[in-house]
């Protein structure tokens, strides 16, 4: 063997420890996302069997959601950069700091969120309905959409307070109690869906309004869990004995914290708004674009569920090592992490192609057209996995180390500055369809890929935040 297949492999394989270390975190992860997606994937097929006009609705409504999920997800991570680090140096009062964080975050982002929505989902609706189709099919779209969107609204104060805690869990490496009650809410949406979409077992037949309420109580029940669980085992989890007694934290560190998330949040939501953009210049294409697109986004986050969950693993492993100083570790290990997470990306995507002609066929209430669109849209997709899993990689190793005004041009200003008018180009100017369109826009993602790998080689996001503390 050659020595530069030896630096390879050593580069980029690690030992039985380090993947012993890698499952223990991404298994628990895996499952949850897995199960996740399956359900939702069932969940998405019954509001399918209504028609084209709810399952649109319902996915452009969810387009809406994925902006606030996001947002949570952004407003946290910046508080939860300095988590993971607080643990990994032993600091449980910095930990339990970064909780009240969250918690105060999490309030501003939900009182934003009930003003947009309550008072201007006609219009933001109405942007996903701007294609070639039926008047009447519009109207009923939107209908829809509003009708899903105003009940969904009651369970996003459970879903916001569910990520403080489940944040806080993963920091400390905990991932198995967000798995378990994130399986719990899934299997209880999945089981309400079937009874209020259809009307079963004496229940009130409320269709999309149904399934609005399957979440709503979903959300809830996976609350109950994390939250019971967390406090019955507050010597385990000792960040949360007290952590309620105030919500004040030191300025100094609210500050830090506030300074260095805000890019996060601002890419989260910046990012999830492009995505959301995008799907509406594809809709451009035509109405029965967006129910293609709705099951192509379902069925394909089911396959990448292993991918994703790397995201926790590189969080977690690096953010620790950072917190203990062990730079050398840190920057090891994320070389390895990025070729496992390409490695099962590339296997997943295989078998995404080989199942992509099989899986939309179970859509018995779309049309024709609607199913062969998506099948195309998923050999799409998984052609472009492995670049997904790499860039994926990439950001979550710059977060760790806090270098969030670089993963904010890297994550939302790409999407902003390349895929977005990329893809109005493609559909206003060269008239594309949305086969071609969704092609060139994720072959772009090989430039990401290449920004990537130039920021996590340059190894400037190698720090250790926990100083911050002590200087606070």
């Known amino acids: 063997m050659s020595s530069l297949m030896k630096r390879a492999r050593a580069t980029l394989i690690g030992d039985r420890v380090f993947y012993s270390t890698v499952l223990a975190i991404i298994v628990p992860v895996i499952i949850q996302n897995g199960i996740s997606n399956f359900v939702n994937l069932l969940d998405n097929l019954m509001v399918g069997a209504l028609g084209d006009a709810q399952m649109s609705g319902v996915s452009i409504a969810n387009q809406l959601l994925f902006i606030f999920n996001l947002a949570i997800f952004g407003g946290l991570a910046g508080p939860g950069i300095f988590g993971a680090q607080f643990y990994g140096a032993g600091d449980i009062e910095g930990l339990k700091n970064t909780f009240r964080i969250k918690l105060l975050e999490s309030l501003f982002l939900l009182a934003v969120a009930f003003i947009a929505f309550i008072g201007f989902n006609d219009p933001l609706i109405s942007l996903f309905l701007q294609g070639d189709g039926d008047p009447l099919m519009a109207q009923d779209m939107l209908k829809n959409g509003q009708d899903y969107l105003m009940v969904v609204l009651i369970g996003l104060p459970a879903f916001a307070l569910t990520q403080c805690y489940a944040g806080t869990l993963r920091e400390m490496g905990e991932t198995r109690l967000p798995m378990i009650a994130s399986v719990a809410a899934v299997f209880t949406n999945a089981l309400f869906n079937y009874l209020l979409i259809f009307g079963k077992l004496g229940m009130p037949r409320l269709e999309v309004v149904g399934a609005a309420v399957a979440t709503v109580i979903s959300r809830y029940v996976e609350l109950a ?248």
Request: charged share 10%; hydrophobic share 55%; proline share 2%.
């Open 225 to 472: 869990i994390v939250m019971v669980f967390t406090h019955l085992h507050h010597a385990r989890f000792s960040f949360i004995e007290g952590a309620y007694r105030t919500l004040r934290v030191p300025a100094q560190l609210f500050k830090k914290v506030l300074r260095m998330g805000a890019p996060l949040l601002a890419n989260e939501l910046l990012w999830s708004i492009g995505m959301s953009t995008l799907t509406a210049i594809y809709s451009l294409c035509g109405l029965t674009v967006v129910s293609a697109l709705s099951i192509t986004f379902t069925i394909s986050n089911l396959f990448n569920s292993i991918y994703m969950s790397m995201g926790t693993a590189v969080s977690v492993m690096v953010g620790q090592a950072l917190g203990a100083e062990d730079y050398g570790r840190a920057k090891g290990d994320v070389w390895r992490l990025i070729a496992f997470g390409v490695a099962a990306a590339a296997v997943m995507g295989l078998l995404l192609i080989l199942f992509a002609p099989l899986i939309p066929r179970a859509y018995t209430g779309v049309t024709e057209d609607v199913r062969q669109t998506a099948t195309s849209l998923l050999i799409v997709t998984a052609c472009a996995m492995p670049l997904y899993s790499f860039s994926h990689c990439a950001y979550f190793t710059l977060r760790s180390g806090g270098k969030t005004i670089i993963t904010f041009l890297f994550d939302s200003g790409y999407t902003w500055a390349l895929s977005v008018p990329l893809a109005l180009l493609m559909v206003r100017v060269f008239q594309g369809d949305i086969i071609l369109t969704y092609a060139v826009v994720e072959a772009a993602n090989l430039i990401k890929c290449a920004l990537g790998f130039f920021f996590v080689k340059s190894g400037k996001w190698i720090q250790n935040l926990t100083h911050i503390a002590d200087q606070a």
